[in-house]
């Protein structure tokens, strides 16, 4: 396998994160977070500290870490250990964080279901139409 530059690495934990890859993620003060992923491609396990990416991938965010394990048992160790400092040190906003992600995706507009575009509410009973109505029999 060929070796990876530290920005390609970053680049595809971003990525891995943005597209919900993460087995775990924690938000830190400061807009940081510190994630767990694993990689289904080489099957690598990292554990990934980083701030807001506000360029949409132009520029590493300052105080990006990652730590690369070739076991994911050894990665969830180092995970705890890190978010136990951080909970220690008050630095810990949320658990199960999803702040901030997809936030450099673009991929288009979200669907939310095949009916969100309908004007029919199911919950709504729309066999009378009664705007307007009680209006009218006051003024007269």
Request: no cysteine; hydrophobic share 30%.
């Amino acid at each position: 396998m060929e070796e990876r530059s530290e920005e390609q690495i970053i680049s595809r934990l971003f990525d891995l994160e943005n597209a919900g890859q993460a087995t775990q993620r924690a938000e830190l003060t400061e807009e940081r977070f510190l994630t767990l992923i694993q990689d289904p491609v080489n099957g690598l396990s990292y554990v990934f500290q980083h701030g807001l990416d506000e360029t949409e991938g132009a520029e590493v965010p300052p105080g990006t870490e990652f730590w690369e394990y070739p076991q994911f048992d050894e990665a969830q160790r180092a995970y705890a250990q890190l978010l136990e400092e951080d909970r220690q040190g008050g630095e810990l906003v949320e658990l199960d964080s999803e702040e901030g992600l997809g936030d450099s995706d673009a991929s288009g507009a979200e669907v939310r279901d095949r009916y969100s575009a309908s004007d029919e509410d199911p919950l709504i009973d729309n066999t009378e139409e009664t705007v307007g109505q009680e209006t009218d029999q006051l003024s007269t």
